[in-house]
């Protein structure tokens, strides 16, 4: 498909995020006192969708407001058809020619102008494991390259049952957690800020539909709304002590940050790719039906406080050996409903070279191999005051479907006298 011409100029741009074949879905406020509104991406614009539905000129259900709450949740609600139409409606109103132009133009905000909020209410957040380069590089540092891969690993997308309370849109700063550590050089636990602070590179399925029972792979994939880029921070010392039997608990629940835009299935439609060849066979229920996974090149930022950014990583979401749909056919096995809002994290995505990492804990390789940044410093960890930027697309032939950027500052631990 080529670039979809829009009356916005700027969208017309081969490097703009935003061009009319994206139309991304977020939420946001102009000034202190405006409420927050949904809105669309199109350029360097966002088109207020709440103002439009408000005045009749959308409306997604013809029977009530889905866009007078600042979330897409009840606009999820509606099921595929009604996003369908709807994609198409606004694709019709922005092309280039379109005659509702003079009526839609006053309801275009500048995005340098408007903060971003939250896209959707969180209802729960589940994350996985589902990358090998990173499995195999974190097994290999923990347990041997031998034993690198859980002998579950090629069979199920391991993961675990998250927070949704502290998933945060991109711009959020927050404090480094505290923890239970425990040193290999001391018999006894400490609790201190923790001090091998990281971030994990990450893409998040939100689940549009909700599901009583199992559900085919085919199914799941219907049912994913669209994507965002996430964050999954960890405290590796607090992971390391913690995590046996239950997994990471304290260490994963200080923040998860997602982009504030969230990248419908149909926009990435054309990047459908395939997972990575299987080394053994999966059963039946996890088997794809067709193309699951896409191919959206990303990239890592760390830029010291008040100090320009250095690259990091450079990878691509077709690394993970699982798609976000095999994860959901899996995540209902038990029975377990899934919800309108559900937030999946991918698991990290590292790929096979030293410049794919996709977190500091494999490209510092547990601290052994500190990197040097553009500024002439050295991280093998998050310092205070450091941020992390994610960037990350599709590349069409002239043009790209973007995502925006997940930014994250973590700032010094609170002060707690005579807690250490
Ligand atoms: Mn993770």
Redesign the pocket.
Known sequence: MPLLRSWVESANSATTDFPLNNLPYGVFSVGLDAPARCGVAIGDMILDVTTLEAEGLIAPDPDTAVFDVAAWNDFMELGPDAWAAFRARLTEMLAEGAPDRAAVEPHLVPIADAEMHMPFGVSEFT???AGRHHATNVGTMFRGAENALPPNWLHIPIGYNGRASSVVVSGTAFHRPWGQLKSPDHDAPAFLPSRRFDF?L?MGAIVGQPSQGMVSVAEADAMIFGYVMLN?W?ARDIQAWEYQPLGPFQS?ATATTISPWIVTAAALAPFRTQTPPREKELLPYLREPGLTLYDIGLEVTLAPEGKAGTVIARTNYREMYYSSAQQLAHHTTSGCPMNVGDLL?S??ISGPEKGNRGSLLELSWGGKEPMTLDTGETRSFIEDGDTITFRGGAEGEGYRIGFGQCAGTVLPAVDKPGWA
């Open positions: 994350d996985f494991y994990e990450e999954d960890s994963k994290g698991g990290t």
